[in-house]
């Protein structure tokens, strides 16, 4: 076997002789396939919690990107309070950073969804084959992150808003619509970008020409 491996070509001795962290990630990521398909319990009707299954889309709905950009324009329209209007502008450009940032590492990781998935989501796009990352779970961590910062909420609404960000991105592993590892980094990443949403805030002195046309 020695003289065998010897005429082999360097790329086929390191499959033969794969490294340590190069077992560690498949050993993940098969655990992560495994346990995703076993958690997801409302993939279908006759899946063992299929009968919770129309209660999930309704959830999946709540974090979809189309009815938070048409309600937060919607509001910036109707809106004639110039501090509502600077945090619905800030929250529609997170909105739409957030889609942005969602495609491309999409685009790039190109990670097909779970096998045991039904194709029946809610107006969907090319990218959304994809399931690296979640888009809801990103949606759900950063709307989160901007609501506790700029709402005032009371303390059970807080809460309740958290809640909310937490069912709407384990409903997507139940609905086997994504592994855990694409909500698991969806979630760090929609966390991440609220802190490029602050960093870039838009005010009437940063961004003059926008908030004049409102």
Known sequence: SGSASASLPEEDCMKLNPSFVGIAVSS?????????KRLGVCAGED???GSARPLMKVIEVSGHGIPWLLG???GLCQSNSSAAREVLLNLLFALLLDLVL?????????RRRPTHNK????VTISVDKYSFP???ATRAALVCRFILRHLVLAVPLRVLVVLWAL???ISRVMLGRHNMTDVLFGLLLGYASYSVVEYCWLSPLSAPAIFALW
Do not use: E, N
């Not at 993940?28 to 995703?36: G, H, R």
């Not at 194709?119 to 809610?122: A, G």
């Open 47 to 49: 899946s063992a919690w």
């Open 102 to 110: 969602v495609a491309v590492v999409k685009g790039l990781v190109k």
């Open 167 to 169: 069912i709407v991105s």
């Open 72 to 74: 937060t324009f919607c």
């Open 28 to 36: 993940l990521l098969a655990i992560d396939l495994w346990a995703s």
């Open 119 to 122: 194709m029946d989501m809610f």
């Open 134 to 136: 979640s888009g809801h």
